[in-house]
């Protein structure tokens, strides 16, 4: 099916639903990469971030699969003051997502939206009776509640927006915002919101939240809701500072093995962090990489190799149709209480695969001692992703990835997004 929306005929996207603690796109689990816009207050230097042509140098040059226009409802040259620049800016996005073919989130971006919960309920039933026969369009309905009860104050919060989306549009995802910043996904799976197609938020800035964040996130998906990280950086929560590598690559492992969308904060200029330009590049797009931030070369790498297409032509993050891809450990040197060895990824298909993700574990107690060629996590159950370099994978081709382990090796079956099982 294909819309015709002012002369211009639009696809329809694979339809995205919620399967216990997944999120399906046309009944498929799969985990998008793109990019969120920054606050679309008036005044704040980065509305000019705001315009159809960043949409689309974001699909075709970072290969981004999902972006999210985040309407600035809190502080000077908000919604609140200026309802009709901000919806516009809004609007832009959005059209230009739906002309481009890939997803979109419209985030309701406030710290404090119960208390605008009317203002809320307006622009929401606006942009559902304007985009909701859309299948690209997503609902952020609270971008960031601050320490505050879930139960008692964001849920029922939530569940009025809800009520007026659904009344409009009857199954178009929608995503909640969770206690602390969106970090505290646990204690809202406990307590979950009646009703379908709803995700909740998940936030992370790698050069702060780590493991105990990851922790609380695989808490809600055990206890059955979906995820969506709908912001991240590369940096400290303040939006500033450093890139954090081996943190990010860790979570981008998490994400990848539990089919996790997620989006990059920020498409912006502004002299921080985790802005993905150079204060004073174009605003239009056609970047190069010296237009870019650190934070935006490090992303740019990430999404435009994360490997996910929108519909079915291949499979899911890359894997290839036919499937034929055969994952191995092997053990090519071994002594008294140690052993060498790889885990090799060969692709006997016909489509290459781009980007790759694998697990696997050791009966015997097997630890690994150090890793080369790809990015490890766990102990005792371990993961691993490619590198910038090795996540291509042509037909005939193989990859493979070394390691040293204190033990005997005995590893199970190597599984994975691409692995034929």
């Known amino acids: 099916m294909a819309f015709a929306v002012a002369g211009q005929a639009y696809a329809d996207l694979p339809p995205l639903t919620v399967s216990g603690n997944r999120v399906l796109s046309g009944g498929e689990a799969k985990s998008f990469a793109g990019n969120s816009f920054f606050w679309s207050n008036t005044g704040w230097e980065q509305e000019k971030m705001y315009n159809a042509e960043v949409v689309k140098w974001l699909k075709d040059d970072w290969k981004s699969t999902i972006v999210r226009a985040a309407l600035g409802a809190d502080e000077d040259g908000s919604y609140m003051e ?6 516009a800016r809004i609007e832009t996005v959005v059209e230009a997502a739906i002309a481009n073919d890939i997803y979109v989130i419209i985030d309701f971006h406030s710290h404090h939206a119960e208390d605008k919960k009317s203002e809320a309920i307006a622009f929401f039933e606006r942009m559902a009776s304007q985009y909701g026969h859309h299948n690209n369009v997503i609902y952020e309905v609270y971008n960031e509640p601050l320490s505050i009860s879930w139960s008692n104050v964001i849920k029922p919060y939530a569940e009025d927006v809800i009520s007026a989306i659904r009344a409009i549009d009857p199954d178009n995802l929608i995503i909640v915002g969770t206690p602390t910043w969106s970090q505290d996904v646990d204690v809202a799976s406990r307590d979950p919101i009646m009703g379908t197609n709803i995700a909740y938020t998940l936030h992370f800035y790698a050069g702060t939240h780590g493991q105990y964040l990851r922790d609380k996130a695989q808490t809600a998906l055990n206890n059955g809701v979906a995820l969506m990280v709908t912001e991240w950086g590369a940096v400290n929560a303040d939006g500033d500072g450093a890139v954090a590598e081996a943190n990010t690559n860790a979570w981008l492992a998490f994400l990848k093995q539990n089919k996790i969308s997620h989006l990059n904060w920020a498409v912006s200029d502004k002299e921080e962090g985790s802005s993905i330009i150079k204060n004073g590049v174009n605003p239009r797009g056609q970047w190069s990489a010296s237009d870019l931030t650190a934070s935006g070369q490090f992303v740019k790498n990430i999404i435009s190799n994360w490997g996910t297409t929108i519909g079915d032509d291949d499979g899911d993050d890359g894997t290839p149709d036919d499937g034929a891809v055969l994952c191995e450990h092997i053990v090519t040197s071994s002594w008294s209480g140690g052993f060498q060895g790889v885990i090799r990824i060969t692709n006997n298909g016909t489509s ?28 005792g159950n371990y993961s691993a992703s490619n590198l910038s370099w090795n996540g291509v994978i042509t037909p005939s081709q193989s990859v493979e990835f070394g390691l040293v382990g204190q033990g005997g090796g005995q590893a199970s079956a190597v599984t994975g997004d691409v692995c034929d099982q």
């Open 352 to 379: 290459t695969i781009n980007g790759w993700h694998v697990n696997w574990s050791y009966s015997d107690g097997t630890q690994i001692l150090t890793s080369w060629n790809a990015n490890l996590s766990g102990s």
């Open 82 to 87: 200026d309802p009709q620049g901000n919806v």
